[in-house]
């Protein structure tokens, strides 16, 4: 039987362990990036997902365990390492007082790329990003979508075999997000291998193939999101609100028997988990149970979250 | 891919950056030499001149024009190791730009260095020709005072880098400026012999990079040279922008790698 070995995965973590003094920011995580794919990891802020990323970046020392990246030992190869990756940080590191181009040239020349090769680049990359017609402008006035795309076609110069997104879309507003999501997407398609943290569920659901949901540090599932929905949420969700915290019920276990697989009452709503909404939300009313508002929704990987933690992705 | 470019790398960026500015630094940098010599070689050389003993009867602008060479120098030097390096780790956040590619933590430092001892270079050629053109350059050798103020910048900006590294705001810089600096500016033999300071002062005089810089300067501008004491003026500030450098990486890595 032949199975997937090292060899085969361009980033390979067993008990990867990051810690900071006494604070353990990685706890012993494994996990494997195969080529071509689009993985994520997802958790709230301060999971240790940012300190992943940099271990496997290579600009922060692995504290214990096993990190190979494009098969090659961080701590021996980084230089090798960083040439065939890219880099998409959580902190914009563009200069602003330079323009487009000079940011994505300069850059291009960390590679010790030639200028020749890094003038035919960066016109490539600006119109994929469209940022073609701001090429000779400062960046400086450039909106935050702009510089996150900037910052993205930057990270695409030295044409890397894995692109790492460290919460690519954070800070943005929607239409931005979505801008970026689009050419993420596109990379995506053309077999560029993405390996992305996020804290917004729809971010992890939109782009990745498959994930890991990070908590405190560690792991604590993995899957495809269809996957993750399945095995730890239910086909959809009854939000229910009530006028005052006094109007929730005490008794929910009374009211929703025999009509939801499970309860999740939170501070300012309780969330109902069925396979059919619409059955459940009409037998609660049934039963005389009136809340303020009912809203019969799909899973998402936020209750995926919940029930795995028993918090919320963004609190 | 071979790794000795590594270092030359990050000049891409501070070239790229320097474009944007080298006129006005280019015209400060010719103005400032022609302000100091109009005010102290000739108006207050002339009042020196008449009365007090500069050594083989040469002239106050001649004295002092080698010493501004130097400590213009130094400002610099400590300006480019101070806010751009802070700004590279905080602000721009160009170093980690930079980290996160191939080049280590060593080509960021000699990167940034090095584009400052260029800046000597650009500075220097430009003062030194001023200086020559008022007539205050006795000697061919004074063309080797160009590579002591690439010493006296790295002297300064080493050490300023890896305390810019360290410190998390620039408050310091200006107290740096104001304290250490500016004293030195005046005090180590740039407007006169440090024979003059009271005991202890000659001491303090004889220890800051500054002072060998610009005897050195003074001795190769005048064509006056000493070479017991112009070895000993190298060496001295060879050493002190080495172990500068040295401590400057460990800051860096201390900051950097984490």
Excluded at chain 1, 143 to 165: C, F, W, Y
Aim: include cysteine.
């Amino acid at each position: 039987m032949v199975t997937a070995g090292t060899e085969d995965a361009l980033i390979h973590a067993r008990g990867l362990v990051k810690r900071f003094g006494e604070l353990v920011a990685v706890d012993a995580v494994d996990f494997d990036l195969k080529r071509g794919e689009a993985f994520g990891f997802l958790g709230p802020n301060g999971a240790g997902k940012t300190s992943t990323m940099r271990m496997i970046g290579c600009v922060s020392p692995v504290t214990d365990g096993t990190l190979r990246v494009l098969g090659l030992d961080p701590a021996k190869d980084g230089v090798e390492i960083r040439g065939r990756l890219g880099v998409v940080p959580q902190e914009d590191s563009l200069d602003l007082e330079l323009t487009v181009r000079e940011n994505i040239v300069v850059y291009g020349r960390y590679f010790g790329l030639p200028r020749s090769v890094l003038k035919q680049r960066a016109d490539e990359l600006l119109e994929f990003v469209e940022l073609s017609d701001r090429a000779d402008d400062r960046v400086e006035p450039l909106s935050g979508g702009m510089k996150r795309r900037l910052t993205i076609a930057r990270s695409l110069i030295n044409e890397p075999e894995v692109l790492l997104l460290d919460e690519p879309t954070t800070g943005l507003d929607p239409q931005a997000r979505h801008v970026v999501w689009d050419r993420l997407y596109r990379l995506k398609r053309r077999g560029v291998t993405l390996l992305l943290t996020t804290h917004y569920m729809d971010e992890a659901e939109q782009l990745c193939d498959r994930l890991v949901v990070m908590d405190k540090g560690r792991i604590v599932a993995e899957g495809s999101p269809r996957e993750l929905i399945e095995r730890y949420s239910t086909r959809e969700v009854v939000e229910l609100r009530f006028a005052d915290d006094d109007g929730q019920p005490d008794d929910l276990g009374y009211w929703t028997d025999g009509l939801v697989t499970r309860v999740e009452p939170l501070p300012d709503r309780v969330l109902l988990y069925t396979d059919s909404g619409d059955a459940a939300a009409h037998g609660i009313h049934e039963r005389g149970l009136v809340p303020d508002s009912v809203l019969v929704r799909r899973s998402t990987l936020e209750d995926v979250f919940l029930h795995l933690t028993g918090r919320t992705l963004i609190e | 891919m071979s790794s000795y470019t590594l270092p030359l790398r990050p000049l891409e960026f501070f070239f790229a950056q320097y474009r944007r500015v080298w006129r006005g630094t280019a015209i400060s940098s010719v103005i400032t030499p022609v302000v100091f010599l109009l005010a102290f070689g000739f108006g207050l050389g002339r009042l020196v001149d008449r009365t007090a003993d500069l050594p083989d009867g040469i002239t106050y602008l001649e004295f002092v024009a080698p010493g501004l060479l130097a400590a213009t120098a130094m400002q610099i030097a400590t300006f480019e190791g101070s806010w751009p390096v802070l700004s590279a780790i905080k602000w721009s956040r160009q170093y980690h730009a930079m980290l996160a590619t191939p080049l280590r933590v060593v080509d960021v430092l000699a990167g940034h260095q090095a584009f400052i001892a260029f800046r000597m270079v650009m500075t220097s050629s430009v003062y030194l020709a001023a200086i020559a053109a008022f007539g205050a350059v006795n000697s061919p050798l004074g063309i080797l005072a160009i590579p002591v103020t690439v010493l006296v910048g790295l002297a300064f900006a080493a050490p300023i880098a890896a305390w810019g590294a360290y410190t998390q705001t620039d408050q310091s810089f200006v107290a740096i400026f104001r304290f250490g600096i500016l004293p030195m500016f005046l005090f180590s033999g740039t407007f006169f012999p440090i024979e003059r300071l009271p005991g202890v002062l000659e001491v303090v005089a004889y220890v800051t990079p500054l002072w060998h810089g610009v005897d050195l300067c003074r001795q190769l501008t005048l064509g006056d040279v000493d070479p017991a004491s112009a070895a000993v003026h190298l060496a001295y500030l060879i050493g002190f922008s080495s172990l500068g450098l040295v401590v400057a990486y460990f800051s860096y890595r201390r900051r950097l790698v984490v």
